[in-house]
């Protein structure tokens, strides 16, 4: 086991942790919910819940890889200053940010989800604009240590896969929410995969404590 990951294994949903700063970043992210549902803007809702549960799904996963192969997860967050270490490599801040991440990428879409940048559809210039943006501030964090990364195949010098995978999924999936036609399957879709994220942790935190 790495010394990042026994470092995150240590303070893994350790209730000692929490700042009171927690309480006013919450009130932040139900605010901005609470503005969006007010003005009736689903479609802007339900990107950020999507882009939210997209994030849920990828730490899970991570989680579980730390589980069998008891090294490291493939990113981690190991720094002792959060105020809740709630997987291994996800605290309650950057889940938070998470949570308000597909509002703000959503709020600059274009109007008219057909409209072409360069020749190029506009969701997909976002998409892979942000992704690149989320890459470059995530590699800065990796530079300060306040994110970890243990495999040659996930790293600064290979940033590749934490755009394909870390990323571009999560601003792919917020977006084609966000144009659904109708507000029903917006709302089914967000449940689909928020139902799925709360199953995969119940079996494997609750039921199996792998992760």
Same mark, same amino acid.
């Given at each position: ?15 000692? *942790?929490? *700042?009171?700063?927690?309480?006013? +970043? ?36 991570? $989680? ?10 493939? =990113?981690?967050?190991?720094?002792? !200053?959060? $105020? ?36 190029? !559809? ?11 943006? $989320? ?17 040659? =195949?996930?790293? $600064?010098?290979?940033? =590749? +896969? ?35 994220? +709360? ?8 039921? +199996?404590? =792998?992760?």
């Amino acid at each position: 086991m790495t010394e990042s990951a026994a470092q995150a294994l240590s303070i893994l949903r350790d209730p000692s *942790q929490f *700042q009171w700063y927690v309480i006013p +970043l919450l009130l932040i992210v139900i605010y901005i919910y609470n503005v969006e549902i007010g003005r009736k803007n689903w479609s802007i809702v339900f990107a950020g819940l999507a882009l939210w549960g997209m994030d849920w799904f990828n730490e899970i996963w991570n $989680a579980l890889v730390f589980h069998f192969t008891n090294y490291a997860p493939v =990113w981690g967050a190991p720094g002792g !200053n959060t $105020a809740f270490l709630i997987l291994v490599g996800l605290n309650i801040e950057i889940t938070m940010m998470f949570a308000i991440m597909g509002i703000a990428a959503a709020h600059s879409l274009p109007e008219d989800k057909h409209m072409k940048i360069l020749g190029i !559809n506009n969701r997909v210039v976002f998409a892979i604009g942000y992704s690149i943006l $989320a890459v470059i501030i995530e590699i800065i964090l990796n530079a300060a240590g306040a994110l970890t990364w243990e495999y040659s =195949w996930w790293s $600064a010098r290979c940033p =590749w +896969l934490v755009f394909l995978i870390g990323y571009l999924p999560f601003f792919a999936v917020s977006f084609w929410v966000h144009d659904m036609e109708s507000t029903k399957k917006q709302a089914l879709t967000v449940a689909a995969i928020l139902g799925f994220d +709360l199953a995969c942790l119940i079996i494997f935190g609750g039921v +199996l404590g =792998w992760i």
